[in-house]
């Protein structure tokens, strides 16, 4: 009636049919006519560039979206390859330009699944002061879990001046185990809160696509730390902008007119208790917006962005400083950083072989034998230097006692000494953590001391 009333035609060779159904119904058992023809019932179709399956869900979307952003990754890093000397900050200009618009195009819906892992937090404000790690070591232990359970804490100090611990599982935990683990932990029942959040997946499809560009620009292996090579770069996670992009679409919704057909849609969902809905309260109740949820004119739209970006970013920061001081790998790293954000040497080396050079020894990302022993499951202590027997060769062995590299050493500590009073001065462990510092004015030439070393070594293992 609609097309007779205005006079539209239907190419129907052309007209599919798109069933949303849960659970395994048999799509083909509908029958569709117009024009007294059958229409083809199909399991998918795509609109505006989504790819819509008959299941309701996104798994496909974003499949989808992350073969195009690969292809737009192979054909940046190809153009990229014979142009390595390219600064860091250009790299990621055009990464964020081409790339990463490809797998958060339409990350308000892609990003969320109604399968989303069903995550438990426990926060208490009477566990006995100890660190993070020990916390979370104790209760894993006493749930008869091993360390490996997927599982992360964060410590934070509450408005009473006392302190809380947040730990995520990635797993269903028993929540009945969890409250007679209290007693045990020296706390009251009522003061152990267990909240269930549906948190968003972490994407690691887009990860990967984030963090093989990452690498790529720094010139490390594939086997680097994650942890390492966002806090040589400053750059922040998926995660982040799709959670923004989520939150910016609901609150835009709420501001619409209540007759639109959008806002009315929101408005069923809501009153349904959709998984989408609930979904976006779980983004604000866990970072501290909860009060939003509840009157959402408190803000305007970029406000509330601006301030949940940054409590994003603060809390990823602080969980980044969890998972470099608990990481051994990372230990030197750990003692090196003191502040997230972009390294200065990266914008001050051009030389892509002399940059990648200092990034290879302060995220441990070398072939040195503290590093390559890990692989071949040589004991720690047994990772013996190839030119100096019985020391092991570790970051702090090659840049300050090696005796392969004695002469380059002494040329580079001369230099440095001659346009620095303090460095004589100073200790041998605070030589090195100088000399690997990410704003050291001297990068250049510490760089070109590393690569030659490097190859050196190279040429002779």
Known sequence: MYCNKWKLSVNVSKTKVLVFSKGATNISLNKFYIYGKEINVTDSYTYLGIPLTSSGKFKTARKYLKTKAMRALFKLKSLLYSEKNIPIHLGLSLFDKFVRPIFLYGAELTCFDQTSKTVKYIVSKQIPQSSPKNVLSILLKKLGLEDSFPASIRKSVCSDSTHSYVIRFEKKIDKDKLLRLASDLNLEKDNLVIENLRLPPHIPEFDIIDMNFHKFLLGVHGKSSNDGIRGELGTFPIKIKAEIQIIKYWHRLLNLPQDTLLREAYDVLHSGNHDWVNHVNDILNYNGFGHVWTNPRLYQTDMLTNQLRQRLQDIYIQEWHSSIQNNSKLSIYSALKTRYGQEKYLASIHNFEIRRSITKIRICSHKLN?????????PRDQRFCPFCPNE?????????????????????????????NEFNALRSVDRFNYILGGDNPYCVQIGIFIKECLDIRTSNV
């Open 370 to 378: 503290i590093e390559a022993g890990r692989y071949r499951k040589i």
């Open 392 to 420: 092991i060769e570790d970051e702090s062995h090659f840049i300050m006692n090696c005796s392969r590299y004695k002469d380059k050493r002494s040329k580079l500590f001369t230099f440095i000494s001659g346009c620095s």
